[in-house]
Every structure is written in C-alpha cells, then in structure tokens.
C-alpha cells in the first residue's frame, strides 16, 4: 500500500490488489512474517524494474 507492493504483486500473480492486502495484513497479524517479506518484496520490485 505504501510502496507499491500489493499492485505489483497482484499483476504479477494475477490476484486483485485487496486480496494481497488482506494476506499481508493477516501474515503481519497472526505470524509477523507480512512487514519483512513485505520489505523483501519491495527491494525485488525495484531491482526487476
């Protein structure tokens, strides 16, 4: 939402942007994994541009 990466992330796996969201958000949550992948996932957006 902040950087981009659930848009990115649905056109490239083909799932709408608010479905990312809600699994970032409950992996956040529930695991605490969402905000580290979410970083890891935002430094592979910007090398792959």
Do not use: D, P
């Not at 990466?5 to 949550?29: D, M, P, Q, Y």
């Amino acid at each position: 939402m902040i950087l981009g990466v659930c848009g990115w992330l649905g056109n490239k796996t083909g799932l709408e942007e608010k479905h990312v969201r809600i699994i970032f958000l409950l992996s956040a949550l529930l695991a605490g994994v969402g905000v580290g992948l979410y970083l890891i996932l935002w430094i592979v957006k910007i090398v792959t541009k």
